[in-house]
């Protein structure tokens, strides 16, 4: 039979057994407890009137004789002269039976099924001439420990059942805070990924919980802005050599070209093409490198002079810990962001320590002052209206890359641009 499948009924159940083993286990040791009890009791009666009854005994002659009347005897007392009875109450024959069997011995205790007997001996000039025999019946301990026993056990289950009830209601109104936290969760998780519990003050375990629950949504949200970042930035790559593709498709199709024409067409759109490929792979790598999975390692020269002609490094050669199509996508936004404001736009490579700082210069008008973090948010455009192309998300990839390979991007106001890029040597 399977058992309830709640976490609120398996509480309760699991209180219920263990108020019911108790139960039994309590009333099994109360029963034995109190029949020990009522049969000493019994003994201590069977020994008083055996006491009694002895001093009512008389030996006269080596002939025994009572002074008590037959109507005390007629209360389960037996008087033996050897082994013949001188006073026998009236009874059952078990009962004669069992006391005559007694006849001639001395403290003897029996229990029967339903009686108990005790003999002590009558002695005269140190020697035993008879014996008293008392019995008393068990019947009324008897019933009195079943009808304890009965009331415990109802007892018992009224206390069983009220575990269960008390048990099944503090379990949910311990577990009902936990119910709600876990649906705000899922309602945050769905419409509202930056909402919090906080520490507000709970008991620790929903203290702990709602810790683990903010954890969850904030992985969620981080989750969530790295792939909205992540379509917004392939939306600007690829941008450019899209625009460049469809142009030459609309050209190509407007009136009839030479064949020269044709291959000239096809090579920029083979071009466009292969750059678009690159980009996706670029930001697909930069992905992955956010979770540490991509490593690599290039000549942060090589790639800068595929940038610009103006290249200057100490010394040549410059290893850093990144793909060379990753430092390539760092540092073409800030190329393109230097070219659209000046003419002139160099790199200067050098090693300061473990990192390669690589600056890219212009010498336009240059980052206003206290806009050397702003520039780097997505979507951030310092005028609107100057009438440079740009969606603004070139820099923020930029630094997103450089950050994902273990380095970082600044920037220095002007007047002239400066951008360094840190990176990791090799």
Known sequence: MAGPTTLRGRLALSATLTAGTAVVLLTGVFGLLLDHRLTAEADDVLRSRAVTALASVHVTDGRITTTESPAI??????????????????????????????AGTDNK????????????AVRSGGRQVGTVVTAVSLEPYQRSVQSTTVGAIALGLVLVALVYAVARNVATRALRPVAEMTQQAGEW???????????????????ELAQ???????????????????????????RTPLAGITAEADLFAARPRTGKEAQA??????????????????LLTAARAETGAVRGRCDVVEVAERLVD??????ATQYAGAEADVVERLLSPLVDNAHRYSDAVRISVRTVGADVLVQVLDDGPGVPEGAEEAIFDAGYRHDPVDGHPGAGLGLSLARRLARAMGGDVTATAGPGGTFTVRLPRA
């Open 310 to 315: 103006d290249v200057t490094a100490r010394p």
């Open 189 to 207: 998780s769905a419409n509202d990924t930056e909402a919090r519990f906080g520490t507000a003050s709970r008991p620790g375990e929903l203290a």
């Open 109 to 120: 205790l029996v229990h029967t099924e339903q009686s108990a007997f005790l003999s002590l």
């Open 73 to 102: 005897l007629d209360t389960g007392i037996w008087v033996y002269e050897g082994d013949r009875a001188v006073d026998r109450p009236r009874g059952a024959p078990a009962l004669q039976a069992e006391a005559d069997q007694l």
């Open 265 to 282: 067409a096809m090579t920029v759109i083979g071009d466009g093409a292969r750059r678009m490929e690159r980009i996706l792979d670029t």
């Open 212 to 238: 683990t629950l903010d954890g969850v949504l904030g992985r969620l949200s981080a989750v969530l802005r790295r792939e909205q970042q992540l379509s917004a930035e392939i939306s600007h790559e690829l």
